[in-house]
Structure formats: structure tokens, C-alpha cells
């Protein structure tokens, strides 16, 4: 995305204007706006990684996000209006993305919810011919390093010290409740729900087994019904997704118009 466009007001949002937008559209948005919100999530991370090897990886992850970001809003509309001058109600990402950081632990285990979900859903969309098909095939390996790298940390911290492992623990307990969102349906991608629920049962069964192997306890599924926590797709977001839109759209906001 450019830092700046010559549009200074916000274009209508396609998922919250009924027969101004494609279905298609709407998936894109909702799909693009995962992407966008974990890249600046992890771009967060800039200066502040426990390694310096970990600061490449994760600006690395964080690129290859927004790479998938901007083709997706773009099928949506003018990718950088969308990105910048929405407010919070019309985003539409899972809830689950827009997590704050925490401590190393947390991003982990967010990285890996987020990556063997993301995984497995281009995974089906690349078998198929729908729109989302030629984008889905090239992000399956970018996906797939992003899935091994969270699973490796996993793998490190859960079987680690005392201290490592009850980190990880906590993180992936935190965290577990915003992962039902993933299983919604999303209009455009022509999932159904048995396709869905195939997804999220290989989603249970991946997660499960990295983190059993990690000497670590699976959170107890609530029961079905209580299972999603968010509301994202709909526009509903935690109180931390307002602070960290405000600082990423701070810059476009305040020169608009601007170009360099």
C-alpha cells in the first residue's frame, strides 16, 4: 500500500452496503482485513523481538501478510482508502487477529490459530475455481512457513522451562476463545457449512496434536453454541482494535492527500 492517496475521504464499505458490492467483494474485504490486521500486529513487533533473528521473521511473516492484504482489498475497492480511512465498525476481521501482542508467547499462539486456520482454508479454496483459487495457490507456501515457524516456537516454549511452558499455556488458554470465530460462514467464499465443518474439525485435530506435543493442555472446547467468542465479521471489535487503528491510520489521516 501507498502511505498516502489522493482521496481524502473514506469510499462506502462494500460489506455494509447491501447491493453496492459483489459477494465476492465482501469475502475479499473480510479476508484482506485478517491479513492487514495481523501484518500490523506483527510489524509491532520492529525493535522489540527477543532475537534479532525473530525480528526478521516475524517483519518477514508480517510482509508476506500484507502482500495478501493488498490483493485482496483491492477486489474490494481502493485498497488504500480501505485500509486507512474506515473506521473500526466497518473492519471486518476476526477478532482473533487483532489480539495485542503480549508477551512472545501470545503472539505464538495466535500465530499458530491464525496460520493452521489460514492454512487449511486457502488449502480448499485453491482446489476449487472460484475467484480466490490463484491467490489461495501462491499464498500456500508463504502460509505453510508461517504455520511451521509458530509450531516450532510452540514446540520450544511449551517443552521448555518452567517458566517457557507455563507462558505458552497461559497464551494458548487466553487465546482460545476467539478461535470459533474462524469457522463462520463468510459470503463469497461458497464454503457450506459441511465444508466448514470438515475445516474446523482438521483445525482441532492440527492444533491439538502440536500442543500435546509440546507437553501442553488443550483448552476444553466450550459446548457447541458458546463456541465462538467474536463477532468480527460483523463489525464488533475489542477495545484494543481502536488504539492500534488509530496509530495505523494516524499518518494518512493527518497529511491527506499527500504523496512521496
Not at 500486529?41 to 527477543?50: I, K, M, T, V, Y
Not at 502482500?67 to 480501505?82: H, N
Not at 494516524?250 to 499527500?258: D, T, V
Request: aromatic share 8%; hydrophobic share 40%; net charge negative.
Amino acid at each position: 500500500m501507498t502511505s498516502a492517496t489522493t482521496h481524502p475521504t473514506a469510499s462506502p464499505d462494500p460489506a455494509s452496503a447491501p447491493g453496492t458490492a459483489s459477494a465476492t467483494a465482501r469475502a475479499a474485504l473480510a479476508l484482506g482485513d485478517d491479513a492487514l490486521v495481523l501484518s500490523h500486529r506483527l510489524g509491532e513487533w520492529a525493535g522489540h523481538a527477543p532475537v534479532l533473528e525473530e525480528e526478521v521473521a516475524l517483519a518477514n511473516i508480517a510482509l508476506d501478510l500484507l502482500g495478501q492484504a493488498r490483493i485482496l482489498l483491492s477486489l474490494a475497492g481502493d485498497e488504500d482508502e480501505l485500509a486507512y480511512l474506515r473506521e473500526e465498525r466497518e473492519f471486518r476481521n476476526l477478532q482473533l487477529v487483532e489480539q495485542p501482542n503480549g508477551d512472545f508467547a501470545h503472539t505464538i499462539a495466535r500465530q499458530l490459530y491464525f496460520s493452521a486456520y489460514q492454512g487449511l482454508l486457502y488449502k480448499e479454496l485453491a482446489a476449487g475455481d472460484g475467484p480466490f483459487a490463484g491467490l489461495a495457490a501462491k499464498a500456500v507456501k508463504e502460509v505453510a512457513y508461517h504455520r511451521d515457524h509458530a509450531e516450532h516456537w510452540v514446540a520450544r516454549l511449551g517443552d521448555g522451562t518452567a517458566e517457557s511452558h507455563e507462558r505458552m499455556q497461559r497464551a494458548c488458554d487466553a487465546l482460545w476463545r476467539f478461535t470459533g470465530e474462524l469457522f463462520g460462514p463468510v459470503e463469497g467464499l461458497g464454503l457450506g457449512s459441511e465444508v466448514l465443518g470438515s475445516l474446523e474439525a482438521a483445525w482441532l485435530e492440527y492444533v491439538g496434536g502440536v500442543l500435546k506435543q509440546a507437553t501442553l493442555t488443550v483448552p476444553e472446547r466450550p459446548r457447541r453454541g458458546a463456541w465462538a467468542a467474536g463477532a468480527g465479521r460483523q463489525g464488533l471489535h475489542t477495545e484494543s482494535f481502536g488504539r492500534m487503528l488509530a496509530e495505523m491510520q494516524h499518518l494518512h489521516r493527518s497529511h491527506p492527500g499527500a504523496s512521496w
